[in-house]
């Protein structure tokens, strides 16, 4: 056994996503390698992530403003909401550079197996923002996966009977794919050949 | 390293690192085989949409240390229309889950997993009554584990149960109908109505191909629903996560 402090890094870096024991044990010694500095650097940035990003109250992107880039800027189009499971995904559409709504996040995606329901994600959230009548068209740019098409088909249950338009990215995307991963020209044309929801 | 085929049925998929995933899935020569399809996440991947759940695929398997890794994947069944209908995808979801829950490692299930392709395949081609059809598969799947319930004589001491006209005491203990003289016995066990066993008994006796010949009656599917949801529960010792779903 390793003694304390290590073992309880190790612990600590394993409950990250992705992050096996194995893993979690080479990057405690990496750490431990690296001069004082450095494991400082690493420490606060850590702390100053949790202390200065906040969540977007608007469309809960993430954020060190009161309210997120996307929501401020102004010359952006209020009629159109892009619905994304993570932050991760407004950068993915941004890259495209052809999207000039709003942004809403999800959080998560609906999955029974997993547990993951409707109340888990930020939907009654979003449907808050369509009650001003703003709002006349929602592009579902959730995953091209299976927990992704079942909240796409589950938002569009839900919002249909508001009367707004509901599109969903074109079928280029790959299917199993990540948002996240896609190139902004496949992304892009998806966007351009969005289709409206069944 | 050593290779394997096996033909299996996706249950699951959790990320793992980058850009790989962690594929559960169900066999018949080999149980529940869990194995990482490397670059998945990407979307050039060569698996591309082959590794969803309800997808059933050929698959070529190097064996892992830990986990095995999945070389190539052939999509023979995508059972796609049950993922692009929501209500569909939830109780499919169900049946899924509770493979994931009763399936083991390394055991042979070729009947199991007969019986999961059988079910998806009436889903696929159902067009109403879905709760029906999952109350049958849970009762069959039940049955094939060997927890057939008892419904012709007391399991508790080999005695008569009330006439099949009457209603009786289903004792979840005991895997099936109690005779009066054993009531106490089981303090947990639920009345179940003439028309409920009756029905019981039908779902066990139809091969489920044929399911949509059962009369279930509409105020009654719940009720049976209901008492072959907690029969799986008590059987399974763990809650499934699905079944909660079923009315969003
Ligand atoms: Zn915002
Ligand atoms: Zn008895």
Known sequence: ?198 | MPTYKAKAIVLNTFKLGEADKIVVMFSGSKGKIRAVAKGIRKTKSKFGGTLEPFSVVDLLLYEGKSLDIIQQAEIIMSFKEIRADLEKYKYGSVMLELIDKVAQEREESYEVFSLVLAALQCLKEADADYQTLLTVFQLKLMAELGYRPHLARCPACGGEVPAANEQALFSFRFGGLICDSCRDKDADAVDVSAATRAQIEQALETPLARWKELDFKVENVRGIARLTELFVAYHLDRKLKSPRFLDM
Not at chain 1, 29 to 46: D, G, P, Q, V
Not at chain 1, 56 to 71: A, I, M, Q, R
Not at chain 1, 114 to 121: A, N, Q, S, T, Y
């Open chain 1, 1 to 198: 056994m390793y003694a304390t402090p290590i073992s309880e890094l190790i612990d600590e870096l394993s409950k990250l996503p992705g992050i096996g024991p194995k893993s979690a044990q080479r990057l405690a010694f990496h750490i431990l390698k690296t001069n004082r500095a450095e494991a400082e650097r690493l420490a606060e940035a850590i702390v100053h992530l949790k202390d200065k990003v906040k969540f977007c109250p608007v469309c809960y992107n993430v954020t060190d403003e009161p309210v997120c880039e996307y929501c401020r800027d102004s010359r952006r189009d209020d009629s159109v909401i892009c619905v994304v499971e993570e932050p991760k995904d407004i950068v993915a559409m941004e890259r495209t550079g052809e999207f000039q709504g709003r942004y809403h996040v999800l959080g998560a995606a609906i999955s029974p197996i997993d547990g993951v329901g409707p109340e888990d994600l930020r939907i009654k959230e979003l449907l808050k923002r369509l009650e001003d009548g703003r709002v006349v068209e929602i592009i579902v740019a959730t995953n091209p996966n299976i927990e992704g098409e079942a909240t796409a088909m589950y938002l569009t249950k839900l919002i249909r009977p508001l009367g707004l338009r509901i599109t969903r990215l074109a079928s280029g995307l790959p299917v199993g794919g990540d948002l996240e991963y896609a190139d902004e020209v496949t992304l892009g044309s998806a966007l351009r050949g969005r289709r409206e929801m069944p």
